[in-house]
């Protein structure tokens, strides 16, 4: 567990499957916007345990760290992960979150990148974090600048979302101990 002021954040574990489950079903259509669209598989208590389980092994392999946003009364708002981690001379990982609509222009994201990056650097010693998003998705773009990462470019028609190729605006954050 990684403590802030507002929230902390931890890896998922087994009893956060239906908190989970709800937390996507609750924003289904504001998560979909910004991401790729996801069957009704998806949407199953079954689907949210593999997730988790597969999250465990992510991380046991240094591919992928999971973690949920929780208030400190232990209510699950969001996710944030570091996703599509390198190892070897590229030490580095992109950045990906979901907050709870309901949640959204309180701060609770930004602090989480920030616990996140704290980790990431601190941690998992990797020397630079990614973030790629949507040029219209602005409360997305302030979280990532709040947090230190700065704007690099646009990479056009990067990802796929609900069956169209879309822009990102490519944002990072390097590690300010590895410098060198």
Partial sequence: MIKGTNIYIRPFLTKDAEALLELFMENRDFFEKFSMERNETFYTIEFQLERIKQYEED??????????????????IGTINLFQVLRGALQGAFIGYF??????GRGYTTEAAKLLVGYAFNELKLHRIEAGVMPHNIGS????????????????????????????????????????
């Avoid at 392999?61 to 699950?76: E, M, S």
């Avoid at 990532?144 to 690099?152: A, I, P, Q, T, V």
């Avoid at 990802?159 to 944002?171: A, F, M, R, S």
């Fill in 99 to 104: 907050l709870d609509k309901k949640h959204n």
């Fill in 59 to 76: 991380s046991r392999t240094d591919q992928a760290y999971n973690f949920g946003i929780f208030k400190h009364d232990g209510t699950l």
């Fill in 141 to 180: 773009i302030r979280v990532l600048e709040k947090s230190g990462f700065h704007k690099e470019g646009i990479a056009l028609k990067n990802v796929k979302i609900n069956g169209k190729w879309e822009d990102h605006q490519v944002l990072a954050i390097i590690n300010p101990d590895d410098e060198s």
